[in-house]
């Protein structure tokens, strides 16, 4: 079968992870890269054997391309997704899909007038762990779904803020550790739980010198009827686990950094537990999970994007939908974006 030809136009810290997991994919072949500094785009192209840009429009004009990976600052993502699908070409954008609803709107606005493809990059939906529990939440193996919870207790210097002009500020991070560093729990979380209804928040700005929040506090209502909570900081040193459970009346699953730590299901016990519970312990299934799992983190994320980029493959050679096209994309943004408001109104956010 014929390659898709790529380009990925931002060659900061994401775009290298795209291109490592292009040049694992056999159906895929990296083209070209643009980036605003010429240094990036060349280092990056030298790399992989690609041309390198530094205008998006010179790439698109000169060069045939299938699909473009968006890896620039998130408040440019649907300036640049637009662009490229206008182009005529597929387009995959890294979180988050956009920092603003109407720039959302407009993208699958688009997205219907061209007929292209559009992925949104979560590429922890494909880890083994979530995989594994959202399938027994379908099965409903866990029950009705009563708790579910994020705990993502970062670590980010202030060097960090300083590396790049953009980083912790609304116009063009579109927030602090919720939009750029929790947008991935956040995603898992409601993937697995299902749709927000309500939200009560608090954050604030308690460690860096920075515009947006590098701690939050939420408090979440499913649709079900089932209850959570997201926690979040970059103020956390030198960095924990992360952490997403969720809690069904017949099972429990908790996935630390990406694995399953734990997984009890009441279908496997062979005895009833007890009126005060049966303790925690890791079950053998979330043993065998972990013990598969790469050790490197940097690795495994390379792993992920590319099959990511394969399902966008696939939906573009079958002409069907990738598991985490433009609708998806947009949820965990509106979950974050309702943290925002209910934080600043001290009210309860209702999410249409």
């Known amino acids: 079968m014929e390659k898709l030809r790529f380009g990925i136009v931002g060659c900061g810290v994401i775009g290298p992870t795209h291109a490592e997991a292009l040049q694992s994919l056999p159906q895929a072949e990296l083209v070209a890269v643009a980036d605003v500094i010429p240094e990036k785009a060349q280092k990056l192209a030298d790399k992989f054997h690609a041309t390198a840009y530094t205008d998006l429009q010179e790439m698109l004009d000169r060069e045939q391309l299938d699909v473009v990976d968006v890896c620039t600052p998130s408040g440019m993502h649907g300036e640049h997704a637009c662009q490229i699908m206008r182009s005529g070409r597929h387009v995959i954008i890294e979180k988050p899909m956009e920092i603003r609803k109407d720039r959302i709107e407009e993208i699958l606005q688009v997205q219907r007038e061209t007929g292209k493809k559009v992925a949104v990059i979560s590429q922890h939906r494909f880890d083994e762990a979530s995989q594994q529990v959202h399938q027994l939440i379908q099965e409903q193996a866990l029950g009705r779904m009563v708790l579910g919870n994020a705990a993502i207790p970062w670590w980010r210097s202030q060097k960090y803020y300083d590396s790049g002009a953009w980083r912790g500020t609304w116009a063009l991070d579109g927030g602090g550790i919720l939009m750029n560093q929790s947008i991935h729990s956040i995603d898992i979380l409601q993937w697995l739980m299902g749709r927000v209804k309500t939200i009560r928040a608090y954050t604030d700005t308690l460690v860096h010198k920075m515009e947006t929040e590098d701690v939050a506090v939420a408090v979440l209502r499913f649709e079900s009827g089932a209850l959570g909570t997201i926690s979040a900081t970059t103020g956390a040193y030198p960095g924990a686990t992360t952490r997403i ?38 079950s053998d299934a979330a043993a065998a999970a972990a013990k598969s799992t790469a050790s490197d983190p940097a690795a495994l994320q390379a792993s992920t994007h590319a099959q990511q980029i394969a399902d966008m493959i696939r939906a573009i050679q079958e002409d069907g939908t990738p598991l985490v096209d433009g609708h998806s994309g947009r949820h965990p943004v509106e979950i974050i974006l309702g943290i925002y408001e209910a934080a600043s109104t001290g009210k309860e956010v209702t999410l249409s």
């Open 245 to 282: 459970e969720v809690f069904g009346d017949k099972g429990s699953a908790i996935i630390e950094d990406d694995r399953l730590g734990y997984l009890h299901l009441a279908s496997q016990d062979s005895e009833e537990v007890g009126p005060y519970g049966g303790g925690r312990k890791k």
